[in-house]
């Protein structure tokens, strides 16, 4: 089965210290790689879409890039309100012939003032 | 709403008893899903609903799970004789392309 795994796992950061997040996968063919921002209490907020190797998005502070075997959240200068949870996400077919996300578990960011 | 919302947000329950919970997608988007967020888990996969098309229920941890999605819009996920294990937050996500949009859940509590 497709696989998602997300490092590290937390990351303490200061306002201003650009820094990445790492999302390594397993699939039997990309049908499409995606990065979520979740605040607590919230559902995951949709930030990029990437569907091949060396394609690139940004977005204000963040930049996703996509190789054949992981995907990278970059964070540049990042402020206190970038603090969530970042999830990255596959799709995948399921059992049943449709299609669905996997999900890896996140990496939990704080950026202090 | 220009979002999804789900109903209620919250909700406690005693073990087996059973429970409902709401959700209506983004007007227009002709795919919903269900997933389930326990805690330290990622995001798992319940359903999926496209159009009047049978939905795919290869999610569904077992068949106290079901669930139906009425008109092609609002859709209700039910969970009979809850046990503690079921206790999580339930995420709906619609979509009209690849891209799926979440609502902000329902966080459920089985005593």
């Known amino acids: 089965e497709d696989q998602v795994t997300q490092s590290p796992e937390a990351l303490r950061l200061q306002e201003g210290e650009s820094s990445s997040l790492n999302c390594s996968y397993t699939?039997?063919?990309?049908?499409?790689l995606f990065w979520y921002r979740q605040d607590p209490g919230k559902g995951p907020e949709f930030l990029f879409t990437?569907?091949?190797a060396g394609e690139e998005k940004e977005k204000e502070r963040l930049k996703a890039t996509l190789t054949k075997k992981e995907s990278f959240l970059h964070i540049t200068a990042p402020k206190p309100e970038d603090s969530a949870t970042y999830l990255c996400?596959?799709?995948?077919?399921?059992?049943?012939?449709?299609?669905?996300?996997?999900f890896g578990k996140g990496t939990k960011l704080t950026v202090n003032p | 709403g220009a979002g999804v919302s789900q109903s209620p947000s919250n909700k406690v329950t005693e073990k087996g008893k059973d429970v409902e919970l709401r959700c209506d997608p983004i007007?227009?988007?002709?795919?919903l899903y269900w997933y389930r967020q326990s805690l330290g888990q990622g995001l798992e996969f319940l359903i999926y609903?496209?159009?009047?098309?049978?939905?795919?229920k290869s999610g569904l941890p077992s068949d106290r799970f079901s669930a139906e999605r009425t008109g092609g819009s609002v859709s209700t996920l039910t969970i009979q004789r809850t046990q503690q294990e079921d206790s999580a937050v339930y995420l709906c996500?619609?979509?009209?392309?690849?891209?799926?949009?979440f609502g902000p859940g329902t966080r459920l509590t089985v005593l």
């Open positions: 007007s227009g988007h002709t795919a």
């Open positions: 990437l569907y091949s």
């Open positions: 609903f496209q159009g009047n098309s049978a939905p795919d």
């Open positions: 996500a619609s979509s009209f392309r690849s891209e799926q949009f």
């Open positions: 699939v039997s063919g990309l049908r499409g």
């Open positions: 996400a596959v799709q995948s077919p399921t059992r049943g012939g449709s299609e669905k996300l996997v």
